[in-house]
């Protein structure tokens, strides 16, 4: 499926269903490669995060990850933001509701910034990464940064959890970018 950013892909993956419930492939090499996703992979990682929580906006700035992100359990509105200084969408963002009912997946590109909000009352994500996780070369851009005016669906009444890193994140304006 297209999004704003031509690059962030949505992909809708084949569901075989029946009265046993479902199968689907969360990746198959050819049929990503034939919709635009055409990645080595090299790590899989999975996280489970109570309603209310924020996670990012996180990339690495050397070692970039592509992710393809998807959810197991419940529900999240996933975000990728350009940070490519040559990009005709740099700056902007795309998010979408990803969940384990809709089965979406996003396909995140190296050179974005990532994030997610539990929308329901307990998430699992899963996501596969291009590169390896290098702590010491993630970087964290402020959620709430005004330039960048994402529109998060926080929920009314749920209190917002987020990470020591990401409250200490930088502003869009003061972060370090890729060409």
């Known amino acids: ?4 950013i031509p690059s962030v ?3 809708n993956p084949k569901v075989f269903g029946d009265q046993r419930g479902f199968f689907l492939e969360t990746y198959h090499k ?22 209310g929580t924020l996670r990012g ?10 992710k393809l992100v998807w959810v197991l ?3 999240v509105y996933d975000v990728a933001v350009d940070l490519r200084r040559s990009s005709p969408t740099f700056g902007k963002w795309v998010g ?11 396909w995140i590109p190296a050179g974005f910034a990532h994030g997610f909000y539990v929308l329901s009352e307990w998430a699992e994500v899963a996501y596969k990464s291009t590169d390896y996780y290098a702590p010491q070369w993630e970087r964290t851009i402020l959620w709430s940064d005004p330039q960048l005016a994402i529109e998060w669906p926080l929920l009314a009444g749920v209190p917002l959890l987020l990470s ?3 409250c200490k994140g ?7 970018l890729y060409d």
């Open 57 to 66: 906006l996180h990339y690495q700035i050397r070692q970039p990850q592509g």
């Open 9 to 11: 892909l949505i992909i």
């Open 30 to 51: 050819r049929r990503y490669a034939e919709a635009g996703l055409n990645a080595e992979f090299v790590q899989d990682s999975h996280s489970g995060s109570r309603q």
């Open 73 to 75: 359990v419940g529900e």
């Open 96 to 106: 979408v509701r990803l969940s384990a009912e809709n089965r979406l997946q996003t």
């Open 170 to 176: 930088v502003k869009f304006a003061e972060a370090e």
């Open 1 to 4: 499926l297209a999004t704003p």
């Open 164 to 166: 020591e890193k990401d």
